[in-house]
């Protein structure tokens, strides 16, 4: 009796088109959800480094406004050292680069949202000061909200701790604050930072 011999062996099948379309797809959304989630990790990792970065930028410029603070004294003319007290707006003498001269320096807040400093020199014998064009313009921070905020920019106290707001008091003037809310955009997270700083006017002659 003869036996036969049968082949167990099972043919391999490839995948159909609708197999391949439906893998392809799968796989083309599991890249785009991939793709979406790096996007959107990068846009919001990039705006918070942008942010640090200005508000970092805005406390370096506060920290420069007290040292040019706190060496105010009076002009190369003879001017009393507070020339200007304005809620977006302080005007002072000080001798900013330690020379034999004292500059005219101005903090303003000067558009929506860019905080500058100027510098001007004294020139002559007799010295004068020509404030129609600063020497030197630095811009401290360009995403300052304080007037989107109507929020002042500078304060002023007396010897009392008292608010000063009248012009005519300049004299009285012991120390200035600056208080600074920045963001680069507002309607986005994380968020406003208001910054604060103050100094005293420790060169000046007691009235």
């Known amino acids: 009796m003869k036996m036969e011999k049968h082949n167990t062996a099972t043919k391999e099948r490839g995948m159909t088109l609708v197999e391949v379309i439906v893998v392809t797809s799968l796989f083309g959304i599991l890249m785009l959800a991939v ?3 790096v996007a959107s990790l990068y846009r919001y990792n990039s705006y918070t480094i942008a942010q640090a970065y200005q508000v970092d930028h805005a406390r370096r410029g506060l920290e420069t406004l007290v040292r040019d603070i ?63 064009t ?21 304060y002023y106290f007396n010897g009392n701790g008292e608010e000063i707001t ?13 208080r600074i809310i920045v963001n680069i955009d507002p309607i ?13 006017l ?3 002659k007691d009235n």
């Open 70 to 132: 706190r060496e105010m004294g009076y002009a190369d003319d003879g001017t009393f050292p507070l020339a200007r007290m304005e809620t977006q707006l302080v005007g002072f003498y000080s001798d900013i680069d330690r020379d034999d001269s004292v500059e005219y320096v101005e903090y303003e807040l000067a558009t929506s949202t860019k905080l500058i400093k100027r510098v001007y020199n004294a020139t002559g014998t007799p010295p004068t000061y020509d404030l129609n």
């Open 166 to 178: 009248a012009t005519s008091t300049v004299t009285d003037v012991q120390y200035v604050e600056a």
């Open 35 to 37: 793709g979406e989630s």
């Open 202 to 204: 420790r060169n000046l």
């Open 134 to 154: 600063p020497e030197e313009t630095y811009t401290l921070s360009e995403y300052v909200q304080n007037l989107n905020q109507a929020t002042s920019t500078f």
């Open 188 to 200: 986005r997270d994380p968020g406003e930072f208001t910054l604060r700083s103050s100094a005293s």
